[in-house]
C-alpha cells in the first residue's frame, strides 16, 4: 500500500485513517518485520487459519464499516479513508501484497515476475499476468502502469493525488518485449518500489483530472479482482461485492460479502443479532468485556500497525500556526496517563508511542519522543514565554483566548473519552481545549482532508513502507498537500525523506528515518499517543479473517469463509 490509510479513533480512537482509519514498513525485505512477540503473548496474526477444504463453499461474510468510500479512487485525495481500502483489495490489482509480519510477496494472479534488473540507473521489470483482464474485457498492459505513473508524478495539479511518493522519481514507463512486459526506469533510486502500483488502476481512469477525480467517486466503473461490485445502497449504506465468474485465480470461497455501514457504539448489538460477522473493538474496554462474555465470540488479537494520534493544523488560520504553541502544547498532554486509561484493562504494555514512522513490534522502533515527553511545569513556562499569560482559567494573548478546537466525529465513545482527559490536560496550563463533535461521514471529507481544525484526533493504519505510507504526511510541498492535512513542515524532513528514499541498504535507511522521526518531533506536527490492542471479536466460525497484523493490504478475500 502506497499510503497511510486513516481511520476515526473509536470508543476511543483512523487511521490511523485514519481514518481515515492511516503506516510504517519496508520494502519487502524485511525492514519493518515484526520481533518474536510470544514473550509478549501477542500474535503477529490471529485469524483462525484453515485450508481451503476446511472451509465452507458460500455465504456472506457481513463486514461493518464507518462510512462508505467518498471515491473508489485511493489515489485521489477523498479516497483515503480505511473502510474503503478495505473493499478495493477484492476489486482492484495489487502487485505485491503485504504478510502478517510486514513482508511483501509478489502476487501472481497479476504477475509472473517482477525484477530490479538495475540498481544505476534503478529499472524494475514487471511480467504481468496474460490471464488478467479489467472487467471491461482488456488485457492488462503496461500501459496502465504508465498512465498511472504520469498522473500520480505530481506534475499536473489538475489531478487531486493523495501523494505522489515513489512516482514523482520515475522517469519513464516503457513496453518491452510485448504488452505484458513493463519496464520502469527511476531518474533517483527509490528504495522502495515495491510500494508502487497498490492498487493498480486501468489506464481509462488516468485519461484526464476530470476522470481522475470524479469517475470513480460513485462506483468504481473498471474493476479486476475476486469480487466484483454487485450493489451499492447510499440509502441503506450497504456495498454487497459477489464472486467476479470472470476471475482467473483461486475463486472466493464466499459468495458475498456485505459491506454495511454501522454506528460504533451498536457494533455488539449488530454482532450479537448476527448483522455482522467481526467488529474491531477500537480499543474500548466496556467492548472488550462484552466480547469475552459471549460464548459465540472468540476475541483474535495480534501486533497491529494502528495508532491513535493528534493532528496538528499549522495553517496561518489556525491559531496553531506557531510551532512554538504546538510544542508548548506537547508538552502539557500526559500520554501515559491517556494511553493508561484505555489500554490498561486489555494488555499489560501502556507505554505510549514515541515514533511516528515505525510502531512498538518494530525491530526499527526508537522512541524519540525523549524532549518532547509530558512537563506541565515546563509547558507553562514556555507559554509565558511566548506571551501567553494567564487570564481567569485561560491564557490570553492580545485579548485573545488560548481556546484550540479539537474535531472528533460524533459516535466513537474513545474519541470522546480521550478529548476529555485531554481537555482536562490542557485546562491545568491553561488551554481552552473546545470539542466539537462533527458527523462521522463528514469528519474526513469536510473537516480533516481540508484542515478545518486545530487539533483532530484519529487513526492511522500503517503499511510495510514507511516511506511510501508516510512521506506524503509529513512531506511539506504547498503544491501538493497530500495527507499533511495540518500542513506542517520544513525543508529538512523534505531533505531527509529525500535522503532515506534513495537509500538501498535496510540498515541505514532504518537509522535515516529515524532521523525523520526525529525532526517530525522537533517541529510538532503530531502527536502520537498508544498503539492499538489489535483485538477484533470474531464470530467463532469465521475462517481466515481475524486481527491479521499487517496481512491487510489487501486482505485474502479468496481464502476468508465459515468452517465447515
Not at 479482482?225 to 475463486?251: C, H, N, Y
Not at 494488555?347 to 525523549?370: C, E, M, R, W
Request: charged share 20%; hydrophobic share 40%.
Amino acid at each position: 500500500m502506497n499510503r497511510r490509510r486513516m481511520a476515526a479513533v473509536i470508543a476511543p480512537v483512523v487511521a490511523l485513517t485514519l481514518a481515515l482509519a492511516a503506516c510504517s514498513g519496508n520494502s519487502g525485505g524485511g525492514n519493518n518485520a515484526l520481533q518474536d512477540q510470544g514473550a509478549q503473548g501477542v500474535k503477529t496474526a490471529d485469524i483462525n487459519e484453515k485450508p481451503l477444504d476446511q472451509v465452507k463453499d458460500g455465504g456472506d461474510f457481513k463486514w461493518p464499516v464507518d462510512q462508505l468510500p467518498d471515491n473508489w479512487n485511493v489515489d485521489q485525495v477523498d479516497g483515503t479513508p480505511l473502510d474503503g481500502q478495505s473493499m478495493f483489495g477484492a476489486i482492484f490489482p495489487y502487485v505485491f501484497t503485504q504478510n502478517a509480519d510486514a513482508t511483501v510477496s509478489e502476487n501472481p494472479n497479476y504477475v509472473t515476475s517482477v525484477k530490479l534488473v538495475s540498481t544505476d540507473p534503478q529499472v524494475v521489470e514487471y511480467q504481468l499476468n496474460p490471464k488478467a483482464k479489467w472487467s471491461n474485457g482488456r488485457a492488462f498492459s503496461w500501459e496502465d502502469f504508465a498512465a498511472q505513473a504520469k498522473v500520480l508524478n505530481g506534475k499536473d495539479p489538475a489531478y487531486e493525488v493523495s501523494q505522489t511518493t515513489g512516482y514523482q522519481d520515475i522517469a519513464k514507463v516503457e513496453k518491452g518485449t510485448s504488452d505484458l512486459d513493463v519496464k520502469v526506469t527511476f531518474a533517483k533510486k527509490f528504495a522502495e518500489w515495491k510500494s508502487l502500483f497498490a492498487p493498480l488502476y486501468p489506464k481509462e481512469l488516468n485519461a484526464d483530472a476530470e476522470t481522475f477525480n470524479k469517475s470513480f467517486a460513485t462506483e468504481p466503473k473498471i474493476t479486476a479482482g475476486v469480487f466484483k461490485v454487485q450493489k451499492i445502497d447510499q440509502t441503506a449504506k450497504t456495498v454487497v461485492l459477489e464472486r467476479d465468474p470472470s476471475w482467473w485465480g483461486t475463486p472466493a470461497k464466499l459468495d458475498t460479502v456485505t459491506f454495511k455501514k454501522v454506528e460504533r457504539p451498536a457494533l455488539a448489538d449488530a454482532f450479537a443479532n448476527g448483522q455482522i460477522d467481526f467488529y474491531n473493538l477500537n480499543n474500548d474496554v466496556n467492548a472488550f468485556k462484552r466480547a469475552q462474555g459471549d460464548p459465540n465470540t472468540v476475541i483474535r488479537q495480534s501486533t497491529y500497525p494502528d495508532y491513535t494520534h493528534l493532528t496538528f493544523n499549522g495553517a496561518s488560520s489556525s491559531i496553531l500556526a506557531d510551532k512554538d504553541l504546538r510544542l508548548a502544547i506537547v508538552r502539557g498532554i500526559d500520554t501515559v496517563a491517556i494511553s493508561k486509561a484505555i489500554l490498561g484493562q486489555m494488555q499489560k504494555d501502556t507505554q505510549p508511542l514515541g515514533n511516528h514512522i515505525f510502531l512498538k513490534g518494530a525491530k526499527q522502533y526508537v522512541d524519540n519522543s525523549g524532549p518532547y515527553k509530558f512537563d506541565a511545569e515546563a509547558a507553562k513556562k514556555q507559554l509565558d514565554q511566548l506571551g501567553w499569560k494567564t487570564a481567569g482559567d485561560f491564557r490570553a494573548k492580545d485579548g485573545k483566548q488560548l481556546k484550540v478546537r479539537l474535531i472528533i466525529p460524533t459516535g466513537t465513545p474513545i474519541s470522546q473519552q480521550t478529548g476529555q482527559i485531554l481537555q482536562s490536560q490542557l485546562k491545568a496550563i491553561g488551554v481552552n481545549l473546545d470539542i466539537q463533535a462533527v458527523p462521522s461521514t463528514e469528519f474526513f471529507k469536510n473537516y480533516v482532508n481540508v484542515g478545518n481544525f486545530d487539533v483532530t484526533l484519529f487513526r492511522w493504519i500503517s503499511t510495510a513502507f514507511p516511506i511510501a505510507g508516510g512521506q506524503g504526511i509529513y512531506y511539506n510541498d504547498p503544491k501538493n498537500i497530500g495527507q499533511n492535512y495540518g500542513h506542517v513542515g520544513d525543508d529538512k524532513i523534505n531533505q531527509l525523506y529525500d535522503t532515506a528514499a534513495q537509500e538501498l541498504d535496510d540498515s541505514k535507511r532504518a537509522a535515516d528515518l529515524n532521523e525523520v522521526d526525529k525532526e517530525i518531533w522537533a517541529v510538532g506536527h503530531q502527536l502520537p499517543i498508544f498503539q492499538s490492542v489489535g483485538a477484533f471479536a470474531v464470530r467463532k466460525t469465521v475462517a481466515n479473517y481475524g486481527s491479521p497484523g499487517f496481512a491487510n493490504t489487501p486482505y485474502d478475500f479468496a481464502k476468508i469463509g465459515f468452517v465447515k
